[in-house]
């Protein structure tokens, strides 16, 4: 039981840690405009707490961003017919989402 709350307790103190020693961003600490990538941080410590939710609100392509990783890391390993077809059809989505996301973050909310 000790070893479970220590377990517990050392990944909320993990959490913490993450939560106050964030990069800051070199494009918004120069321009004050967010970067298509600013809030993905936040989002991932989100994520790892279990709150999908909070993770989706503070930046949507986390979870295909984290697919993505996988799936390369998966067909680096295990090379398939056609890889660079499917991570390249992979990477345009994924893109595409990112800006799609970008745009309405700057100009629409």
Do not use: E
């Not at 991932?44 to 993505?68: E, M």
């Not at 295990?78 to 390249?88: C, D, E, G, T, Y």
């Not at 970008?102 to 100009?107: E, I, L």
Request: charged share 10%.
């Amino acid at each position: 039981m000790i070893t479970i709350t220590f377990i517990f307790c050392s990944s909320i103190n993990i959490f913490d840690w993450l939560q106050n020693h964030l990069l800051t961003c070199p494009f918004n600490a120069l321009t004050g405009i967010d970067c298509p990538g600013c809030g993905f941080q936040r989002s991932v410590i989100a994520l790892f707490q279990g709150n999908f939710h909070k993770s989706w609100l503070l930046y949507p392509p986390t979870i295909p961003l984290i697919f993505l990783f996988l799936i390369i890391g998966i067909l680096y390993k295990f090379p398939v017919k056609h890889q660079s077809l499917v991570l390249k059809t992979l990477i345009l989505v994924v893109g595409n989402f990112v800006m799609i996301s970008y745009v309405y973050k700057m100009f629409i909310r």
